[in-house]
């Protein structure tokens, strides 16, 4: 689509200094449309870290890890975090973060 390369020349030139791109796109080995940081995270609780841990690790506030968690939770459909480490063993996503 030229839409989007055109709208977003005009809000640049308005002084938006940068634009969102929108929901990261699926993939056979992402199928639930994850960003770079939720899989990170996934892979995180995947290896049984709480979000304190993680936070830890990935040098964030324990507030945006608490929002990355709901936010894979949604995605992937599970309600717990026992089902999140299943997903991520399913999408092969066990080694470090």
């Known amino acids: ?3 989007v390369p055109l709208a977003r020349g005009r809000l640049r030139a308005l002084g938006v200094a ?3 791109r ?3 796109r699926t993939t056979r080995g992402n199928p639930a449309g994850l960003t770079d940081r939720q899989l990170d995270v996934l892979r ?3 290896q049984g870290l709480t979000n304190r841990e993680i936070a830890g690790r990935l040098v964030l506030s324990s507030k945006t890890v608490e929002h990355h968690v709901g936010a894979v939770f949604a995605k992937l459909g599970v309600t717990s975090r026992a ?3 299943a997903a991520a063993r399913v999408l092969g996503l066990e ?3």
């Open 1 to 3: 689509l030229a839409a």
């Open 18 to 20: 940068s634009v969102p």
């Open 22 to 24: 929108g929901r990261a």
């Open 44 to 46: 995180l609780v995947g």
């Open 83 to 85: 089902e999140a480490a």
């Open 95 to 97: 080694g470090p973060a």
